[in-house]
């Protein structure tokens, strides 16, 4: 999916998720890093994609980049 829409922030996600599920943890943090960044700039940003990023940077022990994003993602799961 990725190849054929490499702009789709949800499959950056999908694939990022997948890679951090089986040990691929930096190069799924790069994927969520994508997603972020294309969600934004599609102005749909999603808490989702934060907290996949959170939880990586957690692995990676990077935990203020992790508490950023983790809030990050709060705040957008309660915007309505």
């Given at each position: 999916l990725t190849a054929n829409d490499p702009e789709n922030?949800?499959?950056q996600?999908?694939?990022g998720k997948?890679?951090?599920d089986t040990g691929g943890v930096?190069?799924?943090a790069e994927r969520f890093e994508r997603a972020v960044k294309l969600?934004?700039?599609q102005g749909r940003?999603?808490?989702g994609v934060h907290g996949n990023l959170a939880t990586a940077y957690a692995i990676l022990q990077r935990?203020?980049?992790a508490i950023r994003e983790y809030e990050t993602a709060l705040?957008?799961?309660a915007e309505p």
């Open positions: 922030p949800l499959y996600n999908w694939y997948a890679l951090l930096d190069e799924a969600s934004g700039e940003p999603f808490a935990p203020d980049d705040r957008l799961a």
